[in-house]
């Protein structure tokens, strides 16, 4: 689309997919390179040949499932996420297809004529992956799926200039699953090493008897006991003011770097765990993940069902559960946790300093 630069690009696929009323496959394609649109009654698809999977994985597409030769991906039909995948498209397009918008054209794809390529696979057992906990694509297998890996071709260099008209921000949020970018809220923060608590054991009954204050002839007698006048009893808090103590509790351990108190005042409150469908007897309890800055995988787990929302998005699936249930029966060794992500009470545990926890004695406490 010579002349009409990054911009006018961007607004012309925007405009065609909004008012397309059938299904239709659009492709935008450069000299040698193309991506593809697919306008279905309730979805919009983006599916593009796997030129380079290391960076096809840092944008957030999707890897293909076994038998496919293109990364994808799929959005609900709605205001929100077409805007987003038309700028997700573009910008794809300006790093995997070419840097020159003038070279680009964006058309109606006859599949038969114009039909998605099959890339030479090489398959990678990768021994981490889990089939039932996992967001890879491949996970709803009933066994440990291999990852394709393709050897990529070339890719254009990108043009510093684009950065202002293709500024990408967070996709919205999609259900079942949630998408999540990688950000600044993920990064690692350093570990706490907590100190053992002690474990007190008498070796016998003497040495407890003889623990205790003897009273001898030449002792003052003590003095008459008091009479205790007890306490009324305070009000039943409601679940709000509960989860406001709570949290008020947790936002004072991490200024205090305080994880033992951390631990034991989140132990006995029920979390919500997000999860990327709902669960079934065909494909158990799949939880929703994400990936830090290094690629290492967490957990996100959130304080109430509202705060879930606010992080990905209303109609996540999840499931509420005590974290000291979900803590001794974590789904995966390698996976880290971060608690209630963008807070101020926020606390991200790598894979590593979780499992010290797991066999760590915590005094329990009670929030306020």
């Known amino acids: 689309m010579e002349g009409a630069g990054w911009a006018g690009l961007l607004t012309a696929i925007h405009d065609t997919l909004f008012a397309c009323d059938r299904e239709t496959r659009f492709a935008l394609a450069g000299t040698d390179r193309r991506l593809w649109l697919t306008v279905r009654a309730d979805t919009v698809t983006a599916e593009i040949p796997a030129y380079d999977p290391a960076m096809l994985t840092e944008l957030g597409w999707r890897a293909p499932r076994v038998g496919q ?44 004529a114009d039909p ?4 030479v696979l090489t398959v990678v057992p990768d021994p981490g992956s889990s089939p039932v906990l996992t967001r890879d694509p491949a996970a709803s297998a009933p066994a440990p799926t291999p990852v394709l890996a393709v050897a990529p071709d070339p890719a254009p260099t990108p043009d ?15 259900a079942p699953e949630p998408v999540v970018a990688p950000e600044p809220a993920l990064s690692i923060v350093p570990e706490w090493q907590p100190e053992p608590e002690p ?15 003897v009273m001898r002839a030449a002792d003052p007698v003590p003095p008459a ?103 001794d029966d974590w789904p995966e060794p390698d996976w880290g ?32």
Request: proline share 11%; aromatic share 8%.
């Open 116 to 119: 998605t390529p099959a890339p």
């Open 160 to 174: 510093p200039a684009l950065a202002p008209d293709l500024a990408l921000a967070p996709g919205p949020a999609l």
């Open 225 to 327: 006991p008091l009479t205790v006048v007890p306490e009324p009893e305070a009000a039943p808090r409601t679940p709000e003011e509960a989860l406001a103590a709570l949290r008020a509790v947790l936002t004072g351990a991490v200024a205090e770097r305080d994880l033992t108190g951390y631990v034991a005042a989140l132990r006995g409150a029920a979390v919500s765990m997000p999860l990327l469908d709902d669960p079934s007897p065909e494909t158990g309890v799949r939880p929703a993940v994400v990936r830090g800055a290094d690629n290492a995988i967490f957990l996100p787990i959130f304080t109430s069902p509202d705060g879930l929302a606010d992080f990905a998005g209303t109609g996540v699936p999840f499931l509420t559960l005590a974290f000291g249930d979900l803590l």
């Open 337 to 368: 946790m971060i608690v209630d992500p963008r807070t101020e009470w926020t606390l991200t545990l790598t894979a590593d300093t979780l499992a010290g926890l797991r066999v760590t004695t915590f005094p329990t406490a009670a929030a306020g």
């Open 199 to 213: 474990e007190w054991a008498w070796e016998s009954e003497a040495e407890a008897t003889a623990a205790l204050p």
């Open 69 to 112: 030769g293109v990364w994808s991906y799929e959005a609900p039909r709605t205001v929100e996420h077409v805007d987003w995948l038309c700028r997700f498209a573009v910008y794809s397009a300006s790093l995997m297809i070419t840097s020159d918008p003038g070279t680009l054209t964006f058309h109606e794809s006859d599949p038969a």
